[in-house]
């Protein structure tokens, strides 16, 4: 009965440290997150100056970095306007339909990369679907195929 009673308390011991220790390490991680520092308009600023890339890796750096880049749409309204230039008719679409700026980016972005690749003429001297990419394809729709079949005729 003694060695269960031993055991009970330092198990309760233990879970009390660990606590203790998870606690100081959050403290830790709060005292060095500016997100949770620095007033929202600071931490926006600062989020707005980086590319779409650095934009998604620092959305999953930690909880209350992506929670502020997840709320604050208009991050993600430059980047849609940079892929508007290529994908105009599908940006345009999805404003229409209400989409926020940030699902926009989500739903156009790879679309745009390998559009604006066939648009420039990156894939003019393919003879076969053999000869494509296939990593980097992304499926489009009927619009977006006539617009690409126009530039080619236009060369």
Known sequence: MKKNSKRNHTSRVSDIESKSVDAEKEKKECQN???????PEVTFKIFSQLDIRSLCRASVTCRSWNHAIRLSDSLWKPHCLTVRAVCQREIDDDLESGYPWRVILLRNYQ???????WLSGRYSNICSSISLPEKIMYPMDADTWGEILEAELER
């Open 33 to 39: 997150n500016f997100v949770e520092l620095l007033p």
């Open 111 to 117: 679309k745009s990369k390998v559009k604006h690749e």
